[in-house]
């Protein structure tokens, strides 16, 4: 697992141009620059790993943006030592910013074959991550309550099967809306359950998808 001068110095402008855009929490823009971005694509692709964009990774999904990982770890507000949840693993990229970044992250992939891709691929790091294959919507009960939630992928509405399991106090931040483009919400969970919403602009994801698939 290679990470030379010529990748640090790709990552360092990835990070320029991204805090460009808006990102200016520190310790996100450290985490960035940190993790390898470029060991989360096949070696052939190594031109698109610091671009800001987007990446397929097979499954039909995707790497995410760098500035979208970015600006959900923002709102998100991780603080070291944080339980975090999140939905949909992908190629573990943004579960390991959050690790970076002194996170306890929980995971969940609902495709069978890229979660064992993946969690193969993350025993090579020093992040220590719980990984789980199953249904997002369900979340994880057993290891409840979070102090976080980060669904990766496009909700049509907020299951409130992973409201339940939110402290109070406890942070949402969900793509939600149609396949097309969706809001960007963050969301806290207040002391009688309910949830204050905020809107922060349009995003595109992969939809999230309920039940387990072996595809």
């Given at each position: ?9 790709m ?26 971005r ?63 970044m ?91 359950g309910?949830l ?13 998808l ?6």
């Open positions: 697992m290679e990470d030379n001068y010529r990748h640090k110095g990552r360092k402008k990835l990070v320029d141009e991204i805090r460009k855009k808006g990102i200016l929490d520190e310790q996100i823009l450290e985490a960035i620059n940190a993790v390898p470029h060991l989360f694509m096949d070696s052939s692709f190594l031109q698109f790993a610091y671009e800001d964009k987007p990446f397929p990774i097979g499954s039909g999904q995707t790497i995410s943006q760098p500035y979208t990982v970015a600006f959900q770890t923002q709102l998100l507000d991780v603080k070291p030592g944080a339980k975090i949840l999140e939905i949909g693993t992908g190629s573990g990229y943004q579960a390991c910013v959050l690790a970076e002194g996170a306890e992250v929980y995971s969940i992939e609902r495709q069978k074959k890229l979660y064992e891709k993946t969690k193969k691929f993350l025993s090579k790091f020093q992040y220590k991550l719980h990984l789980f294959c199953g249904d997002g919507y369900l979340g994880l009960p057993k290891h409840a309550p979070f102090d976080g939630i980060l669904i990766t992928a496009a909700a049509p509405e907020i299951p409130q099967t992973l409201v339940d399991q939110m402290k109070v106090g406890g942070v949402l931040v969900i793509p939600l809306g149609g396949t097309s483009t969706q809001t960007m919400y963050r969301m806290v969970k207040m002391e009688d309910s204050a919403k905020e809107a922060f602009g349009e995003f595109r994801f992969v939809p999230l309920k039940d387990i698939s072996n595809d």
